[in-house]
C-alpha cells in the first residue's frame, strides 16, 4: 500500500506541479506539516469536509483520490474542499471500500515541496450529526460570557442554544443529552432565576433541584434510559491555586454525595444512609438503566491531602420499576491500588463499554495535564489505556454516539491551554483509531478563538430550543420544587 501511494503521489504530483508552472520540488521524506493533523485518520461518511492549513506555505496544491475520481485543489496556505465533490468522494470511498489519498505540495519561500501523502480512512459507521458544548474562556480567575453552542457536524452550521448574556450574565453549566435524544436534556442554569433546565420532549421545564436534607443542589447527572430518572451528585465543592510550577487550579470536594431524581413525580431519591460516608461523585447509568457506576474515594478534610485523594470506578444496582438502590456495591475498577484517580465515566449505548478519564489524583482531571482516556469492555473486563487516542495533555470530558462507534472527548493537546473537540472512531474489535478535531470552514479557526469547547455531547437530532426561549424560562417561568421521597428503603 505504501508503494502504491508513492507511485500515486508521483504522477499526481506531477500534474499538479505542472499546473501550477513549477518547474522542479523538493521530496521531503515526510508528512506535510498540516493542521489540524488529520493524517492518517479515520472518518465517518458523514462528517464535514476536513478543511486544513499549511502555516507557513505561500502556496498549496493538492490532490485528493479515490478509485478514478480524483479532485485537485489550491490555496495560499488554506484548503477549503468543496461541500457536494467532498460529499462524493466519501460515497465512493465506502462504496469501492478504500481510503482517500491526499497529496500535496506546499511552497515555501519560493520553492516548492512536496511531502508523503497519507491516507483518509472513510467508514460507513456514521456519528451522531449533531454536537453541543460549551463555549468559554479557559481560565479560573473571571469568566464575561458563557454561551451554549449547538454544531451540525455534517456541516458547518453553529447556533447558539444559550446565551448568558441573555440570562443576567450568570453561569451555566454543560448540557447532557440522555440517549443522545435531542428530545432529552438538561443544564444546570445558576443564578436567581435559574434552575435545572429540562427537555423532554421539546416541553423546557426549570426544576429547583435542592430541598432540605441534600448537601447542595445538583452538580454532575445522566438520565437513566427510560428518561424518567436522572442522577446526580451534590458537591460542597472548594477551589485551590498550586505553588507547583506548572500546575494551575485544583477544585475538590469537602462532601458529595449522589442521589436520583425521578422527573415525573419531582422526588429526589437519596443514597442509602447505610453505606459509609464517601465522596461520590460522576454517577451515571447503565446502559441497561438497573444500575449506578459511579467514582468513590474515602472523605478527607485536610486540604493538603488531595494529592493522595484517589477515586474508584463503583457500581451499585438501581430498580427502575422501585426507584430504590440496591444494597451491594461492587468495585468496577480499583484506580487507587494503580495510584491514579478516575473520573468521569460513560457507558456506551450498546452496553460494551465503559470510558473514563484517569488522572494522578483528585477530581478535576481538566487542569491535570497528565489526564488520559482508558477503555474497560465491560463483556472481558479488559481496560485499555487507549495510547492511539491519548497526548500529553488533559483529555477528558467524553460522550458516545448512539451506534458506540464513536466518542467525541475535550483535548488540549495543541496549546495544554484550550479545549477543542476531538472525535475518536471505534470499531468492532474494540480497536480506537487515532483521533482528529471538529472540522471547521476556516482552518484558522482554532487559532483565533479565545473560547475553549467544554464538555461535547453528541446528539442523533438537533434540539428543539434556543437561546430566546432559555431567556424567557429564566425571566418569565417560576422553579418548580422537589422533596425527599418518604421511603428510602432498598433492595
Not at 136 to 162: D, M
Not at 320 to 342: E, F, H, I, Q
Request: aromatic share 12%; charged share 20%; net charge neutral.
Amino acid at each position: 500500500m505504501k508503494n502504491l501511494l508513492k507511485i500515486h503521489s508521483f504522477i499526481v504530483l506531477l500534474i499538479l506541479t505542472a499546473c501550477g508552472r513549477s518547474r522542479g520540488f523538493i521530496t521531503e521524506q515526510i508528512l506535510p506539516p498540516i493542521y489540524p493533523d488529520y493524517a492518517g485518520v479515520t472518518i465517518p461518511v458523514n462528517i464535514a469536509p476536513l478543511n486544513f492549513m499549511v502555516s507557513d506555505a505561500s502556496g498549496l496544491r493538492v490532490n485528493l483520490s479515490v478509485g478514478a475520481m480524483s479532485i485537485n485543489l489550491k490555496g495560499r496556505g488554506k484548503i477549503r474542499i468543496p461541500m457536494r465533490k467532498w460529499r462524493t468522494l466519501l460515497d465512493k470511498a465506502v462504496t469501492l471500500e478504500e481510503d482517500i489519498t491526499v497529496s500535496l505540495l506546499a511552497k515555501m519561500q519560493g520553492q516548492w515541496h512536496q511531502y508523503l501523502p497519507f491516507p483518509w480512512h472513510v467508514t460507513r459507521d456514521s456519528i451522531d450529526p449533531f454536537l453541543s458544548y460549551r463555549l468559554i474562556e479557559p481560565g479560573y480567575e473571571v469568566w464575561k460570557t458563557i454561551q451554549l453552542a449547538e454544531r451540525h457536524s455534517e456541516s458547518f452550521r453553529e447556533r447558539i442554544i444559550a446565551d448568558n448574556q441573555l440570562t443576567g450574565n450568570n453561569c451555566m453549566n454543560c448540557h447532557t443529552y440522555g440517549n443522545q435524544d435531542p428530545g432529552l436534556s438538561f443544564f444546570h442554569l445558576r443564578g436567581p432565576g435559574g434552575g435545572t433546565v429540562l427537555n423532554r420532549n421539546g416541553v423546557l421545564r426549570k426544576i429547583d433541584l435542592f430541598t432540605q436534607g441534600m448537601l447542595s443542589g445538583v452538580v454532575y447527572g445522566n438520565f437513566h434510559p427510560s428518561g424518567r430518572y436522572a442522577v446526580y451528585s451534590t458537591n460542597l465543592v472548594l477551589p485551590g491555586f498550586h505553588t507547583k510550577k506548572g500546575e494551575r487550579l485544583e477544585v475538590y470536594d469537602s462532601g458529595s454525595d449522589l442521589v436520583v431524581v425521578d422527573l415525573d413525580l419531582n422526588q429526589v431519591i437519596p443514597f442509602p444512609e447505610d453505606f459509609p460516608h464517601d465522596f461520590r461523585t460522576f454517577p451515571v447509568f447503565s446502559a441497561s438503566g438497573d444500575a449506578v457506576y459511579y467514582c468513590n474515594a474515602p472523605r478527607i478534610t485536610v486540604p493538603d491531602s488531595i494529592y493522595h485523594l484517589r477515586y474508584d470506578l463503583l457500581k451499585i444496582p438501581f430498580d427502575p420499576a422501585t426507584g430504590t438502590w440496591g444494597n451491594k456495591v461492587d468495585t468496577v475498577v480499583r484506580a487507587s491500588a494503580m495510584g491514579l484517580s478516575v473520573c468521569h465515566p460513560k457507558t456506551s449505548p450498546d452496553g460494551r463499554y465503559l470510558l473514563f478519564s484517569m488522572a494522578h489524583y483528585g477530581t478535576f482531571p481538566i487542569w491535570h495535564q497528565e489526564t488520559d482516556l482508558w477503555l474497560l469492555d465491560l463483556h472481558s473486563g479488559e481496560t485499555d489505556k487507549l495510547e492511539e487516542v491519548n497526548s500529553p495533555y488533559s483529555d477528558t470530558y467524553h460522550s458516545w454516539s448512539s451506534n458506540s462507534r464513536w466518542f467525541v472527548f475535550a483535548s488540549k493537546r495543541d496549546d495544554g491551554l484550550y479545549g477543542k473537540p476531538y472525535f475518536c472512531y471505534v470499531d468492532l474489535r474494540g480497536k480506537a483509531h487515532k483521533p482528529f478535531v471538529l472540522p471547521q470552514k476556516d482552518p484558522q479557526r482554532y487559532h483565533n478563538t479565545l473560547k475553549s469547547y467544554n464538555i461535547p455531547e453528541l446528539s442523533r437530532g438537533k434540539l428543539p430550543f434556543g437561546a430566546s426561549d432559555i431567556e424567557h424560562l429564566y425571566f418569565k417561568v417560576p422553579a418548580e420544587r422537589v422533596s425527599i421521597k418518604q421511603s428510602v428503603d432498598h433492595e
